[in-house]
Each structure stands twice: as structure tokens, then as C-alpha cells.
């Protein structure tokens, strides 16, 4: 049966323009070729690290939501490990509600990067009695 | 002596008015928590980017749960730091 992972890689910035494509077809066909199916794809370009991977402060991210047999993660994943251009990966099975929020996501395409969860209701910061904090420390 | 009307404090007595805490996620309605916006989770975290106990935010067991799953994988995709000082 099939299930639907979402899988998020970062590429080395050390990569051109094309390398980098490549790169990501590499891994496209290889969804295709095991009898997946991609649903979606992002691709969020080069991104600043939080912290060093690698001695590397900038990424490439490129997230694809796939569906595909349970078998084929560890092979994906043993595809990201191999490859150098490969810096970090996460792949990870979606439940009912990721599927769901996913999928009203791909209805606005037109804000990739910036979620569409906040738009419609706005949440309300959390309150935090700043004394409490202090003695936490 | 003195009745009760009387008393008088030399520090008034801080009455406190505790505000009752909510699950945010309840209460909007947000089913998923997202790994990808960083932002969003950085309400969950203090300044060392340690996430922030239930007690102080509020947050339904069920969605602390799912709030920590999106932090660490927010980390490891280094959209979030595991270790900082003065994130925010």
C-alpha cells in the first residue's frame, strides 16, 4: 500500500546552478523509478543555516512529498547518505492531518515559503509571566 | 480593637489576577503543527531556544507533544538552532 512521506533535503552551496538541478532530478527519478508518485515539491533555494553542517553556513533546501511504498524510505535514505552533495535529509510519513494541511497549502501556491496557517486565524502570542522564566533559569 | 476594616498593610497586598491559560491550538483550530515555519516555533521556545514546559504556554498535552516533534525536526534541518543565546 501506498503511504505519503515528505522528504526534505539540503544540498551543499558549493554546487552551480545546474549541479544543483541535477542533483534534485537525481533524486526525483529516483522516487519515479521505484513506483512512487510525487505530489508536490518545493524548492526554497539557498538558505541560511541556523548553525555550521559541514563547515557549510548556507543550503539548498528542496522539499518533495511523495507517495511510495514503505520498503523505498530506507533506499532513499540510503541514496542521501551516499551522496556527497547531500548535507541533511529528513524523510518522514504523514498522517491525515499533515496530508490535509499539505494539500491546503498546495491550494495557494502563491506563497511557497511563508505558510498559510497563520492567514486565517491569526494565534494569539503566548503569555508568559516573565518572572516565572527567570527562576526556570 | 482593631476590626477587620481597619487593617491596613504597609505593602498592599498584591492580589494577583491569574488569567486562565489555553491550548492556542484548541482554540484555533490548527490541526498540524508545521516544522517548517520556524518563526511560529520560536513562540515555544526560550531564549536559549529550549522549548518552553506546557505549564508556561498553556499548550494541550496532545500538541505539546506535536509542537516538540515539529521543534527537533525544525532543528535538524537547522531552521531552528539547538543551542543559542538570545534567539528572538
Redesign the interface.
Known sequence: MLKQYETVFILTPVLSETQMKEAVAKFRDLIVDNQGEIVYEEDWGLRKLAYSIQKKTTGFYHLIGFKAEPDFVAKLELQYHRDERVIRYLTFAMDKHAIAYAEKKKGAPKESAVPVKETPKRVPDVEIDPEIIDEEE | MATPNEIRFLNPPTVEVK?K?YC?FKK?????V?Y???E?LK??L?EQGKI?PRR???TSLKFQRKVAQAVK?A????????V?DLLK
Not at chain 2, 532543528?75 to 539547538?82: D, E, G, Q, V
Open positions: 488569567k491559560k492556542r484555533a483550530g490548527i490541526k498540524y508545521d517548517k515555519d520556524a511560529f513562540r515555544f526560550n518552553l508556561l504556554t498553556g525536526r532543528r535538524h534541518l537547522a531552521l531552528l538552532p539547538y543559542t
